[in-house]
C-alpha cells in the first residue's frame, strides 16, 4: 500500500537526478597555495620543530631503554618479590617511569622548575595556649543535637528550659 504522504521533509536536498544547477564556489581566502605559504612564519616553525611524540613515531626513532620483550617489562619492573609479596598482577608490572622522578628520561617537553625554597623564618607561626584546661565532658560550644552525650535518649532538657527535638 503506497503512502499518500511524502516522509521526507522540505526543503528538498538536491541529487544527482534532480540537480539544478552549479552553485557558486567559495571565494579563496588565501591568495597563495599551501606548499608555498608553509615556508612562512609561524607555519614553518611549528613543521620543522618535532616534539617528544612525533619523534616517537618518526621510522628512525630507536629507544635503547624500551623493553624489547614481556620478559624486559618484568625485569625492568619495581615490583620486588621479597618486601612486597602477593601483589596484584597490575602492581607487579609498574615502571621505573611511572612511580618514580629519577629515572632518567625525559618523557615530556617540560622543564623541571624547582619549588622554591621553604624558608621557616620567613614565616610567623603563632602558637596559643589556653590558659584553663576545659573539662573533657563539658557541653558548651557544641553543636544541639538530640544525639548528644549529655541527652538522655532525647529527653533531657536544653540550657533554655526547652526540650530537644527531631
Same mark, same amino acid.
Given at each position: =500500500?503506497? %503512502?499518500? $504522504?511524502d516522509p521526507y521533509p522540505y526543503p528538498k536536498y538536491e541529487n544527482d537526478i534532480n540537480f539544478t544547477g552549479? +552553485?557558486?564556489r567559495q571565494s579563496m581566502r588565501y591568495t597563495r597555495p599551501t606548499h608555498?605559504?608553509?615556508?612562512d612564519q609561524p607555519w614553518n616553525r611549528l613543521n620543522d620543530c618535532a616534539t617528544l611524540a612525533s619523534i616517537r613515531r618518526s621510522v =628512525?626513532?630507536?629507544?635503547? !631503554? &624500551?623493553? +624489547?620483550d614481556s620478559l624486559d617489562l618484568h625485569l625492568k619492573a619495581m615490583y620486588d618479590h621479597h618486601?612486597? %609479596?602477593? $601483589?596484584? +598482577?597490575? !602492581?607487579?608490572? %609498574?615502571?621505573r617511569e611511572t612511580l618514580t622522578e629519577d629515572h632518567g628520561r625525559i618523557l615530556k617537553n617540560r622543564v623541571r622548575? &624547582?619549588?622554591p625554597d621553604f624558608v621557616l623564618e620567613k614565616t610567623q607561626l603563632r602558637e596559643w595556649i589556653n590558659s584553663q584546661k576545659p573539662s @573533657?565532658?563539658? @557541653?558548651?560550644?557544641t553543636i544541639e543535637s538530640h544525639h548528644n552525650a549529655s541527652t538522655n535518649r532525647g529527653y533531657s532538657r +536544653?540550657?533554655?528550659g526547652g526540650f530537644y527535638s527531631i
Open positions: =500500500m503506497p %503512502f499518500e $504522504r552549479v +552553485k557558486p608555498l605559504a608553509q615556508n =628512525m626513532y630507536y629507544d635503547e !631503554e &624500551a623493553p +624489547k618486601l612486597e %609479596f602477593l $601483589r596484584k +598482577k597490575n !602492581e607487579t608490572l %609498574f615502571q622548575e &624547582a619549588p @573533657i565532658h563539658t @557541653i558548651e560550644g +536544653k540550657h533554655d
